[in-house]
C-alpha cells in the first residue's frame, strides 16, 4: 500500500507538469487541425503517442536493472538540471525581464507557418501538418515521459505519477473540446512556477539519496525543500525585478 | 527524417542544459556535494546542506544575473 504523504507530491508534480506540457502540444495539434483538418492532426498526434509508447515500452524494462542508487542520483541530478531551469525562467517572467509564454501568439506562428508552406507548395501539405503535429506531440510528450519516470521512479511510484500525467491529458483535452480554442487561459507562469519548485525539491531529495544522505525526516524532507525553493524563487523574482530597473 | 531527429535531440538536450553556466555549476555542487559525502569524513548532512543551499544560491544568482543582462 503506498502512502498518501509519499505518492500526492509525485502525483501533484506529475500532474501539474503534464499540464503545461500537454497545453503546449494541444495549441499546435489545434493550429494544424484548424488550417488542415483533423485528419493529419489525428494521424500525427496518434503516431507521435506511438513513438512515445514504443520508447516507454523499450526503455522501461531497462530501469528497473539499473541500482537504486545509481539510479536516484542520475535522475536527481537530471531533475536538478531541468526543475531549476524552468524555476529560473519562471521566476524571469514573473520579474517581467522575460515575456510570458503566449498560447494565442504561438497558435498564430504556428497557423502563419502552416499558411506559408501552403503558398509555396500544395502538394504534401497534408504530410507537413501531420508532421508538425507529430513533433509537438513527441517533443512535449517525452519531457512528460521524464517527469513522471523522474518523480515516480525512485519509490516505485512510476504508476500513480502515470495517472497523474494521464489526469493533466485528460483535463486539457477535455477543456480544448469545451472552448476549442488555444487555452490561453491556463496560467502557466504560474504553473511553471509552482511545478519548477516541485522539481527542484525532488532533485536535491534524489541527488541527495543517491549520494548517500540520510535526509531528516525521511519523505517530509521534500516539503522543507519545497518550501525552501518556492522562498528562493519568489527572492530571486524580486531581486529580478529591482535589478531590471536599476539597470534600464 | 534525420532532420526531425536532430531537431528531437537538440530539444532533449535543451531541456537540462538550456542555460549552459547554471547547468555547469549545478553539476559542480553535486560534484562538491559528493566529494564532502565521500572523501572528506564529514557528517553527510554537510554534503546534503552544500546541496541543498549551494542550488538555492546558484538560482537565486542566475536569475539575478540575467536580470542585469536583460536590463542593460
Redesign the interface.
Known amino acids: 500500500m503506498i502512502a498518501w504523504s509519499t505518492a500526492a507530491p509525485a502525483i501533484s508534480a506529475a500532474f501539474l507538469a503534464s499540464l503545461v506540457e500537454v497545453v503546449e502540444a494541444f495549441t499546435i495539434v489545434l493550429a494544424v487541425a484548424t488550417l488542415r483538418g483533423w485528419r493529419p492532426a489525428a494521424l500525427g498526434t496518434a503516431a507521435g503517442l506511438t513513438v512515445l509508447a514504443g520508447i516507454v515500452l523499450l526503455l522501461g524494462p531497462l530501469l528497473g536493472r539499473v541500482p537504486i542508487s545509481s539510479l536516484q542520483l542520475a535522475i536527481g541530478i537530471l531533475l536538478l538540471l531541468f526543475g531549476m531551469g524552468w524555476l529560473r525562467k519562471a521566476s524571469l517572467r514573473a520579474a517581467g525581464v522575460i515575456p510570458l509564454h503566449d498560447e494565442e501568439a504561438i497558435f498564430a506562428a504556428e497557423a502563419a507557418e502552416l499558411s506559408e508552406r501552403a503558398h509555396r507548395r500544395q502538394r504534401n501539405l497534408g504530410w507537413a501538418a501531420g508532421i508538425t503535429a507529430l513533433k509537438a506531440v513527441l517533443l512535449e510528450g517525452l519531457e512528460v515521459v521524464f517527469i513522471v519516470i523522474a518523480v515516480g521512479a525512485g519509490r516505485g511510484l512510476l504508476v500513480p505519477a502515470g495517472l497523474g500525467a494521464l489526469a493533466a491529458c485528460a483535463v486539457v483535452l477535455v477543456a480544448g473540446a469545451i472552448v476549442h480554442r488555444p487555452l490561453s487561459r491556463v496560467p502557466e507562469n504560474t504553473l511553471k512556477f509552482g511545478v519548477g519548485v516541485m522539481l527542484s525539491a525532488f532533485g536535491v531529495f534524489w541527488t541527495g539519496e543517491g549520494l548517500g544522505i540520510p535526509w531528516p525526516g525521511e519523505d517530509l524532507a521534500l516539503l522543507l525543500f519545497a518550501a525552501l525553493f518556492l522562498g528562493g524563487g519568489l527572492l530571486a523574482a524580486a531581486l529580478a525585478r529591482k535589478l531590471a530597473v536599476v539597470f534600464a | 527524417m534525420m532532420t526531425?531527429v536532430k531537431?528531437?535531440a537538440t530539444?532533449?538536450i535543451g531541456?537540462?542544459?538550456?542555460?549552459k553556466r547554471?547547468?555547469i555549476a549545478?553539476?559542480a555542487i553535486?560534484a562538491v556535494?559528493?566529494s564532502l559525502?565521500?572523501f572528506a569524513g564529514l557528517n553527510?548532512?554537510v554534503?546534503?546542506a552544500v546541496?541543498?543551499f549551494g542550488?538555492?544560491i546558484?538560482?537565486?544568482e542566475?536569475?539575478?544575473r540575467?536580470?542585469?543582462v536583460?536590463?542593460?
Open positions: 526531425m531537431e528531437l530539444e532533449l531541456m537540462f542544459f538550456a542555460e547554471l547547468a549545478v553539476l553535486v556535494a559528493g559525502v565521500d553527510p548532512l554534503g546534503g546541496l541543498l542550488c538555492l546558484l538560482l537565486i542566475s536569475v539575478c540575467a536580470a542585469r536583460g536590463a542593460s
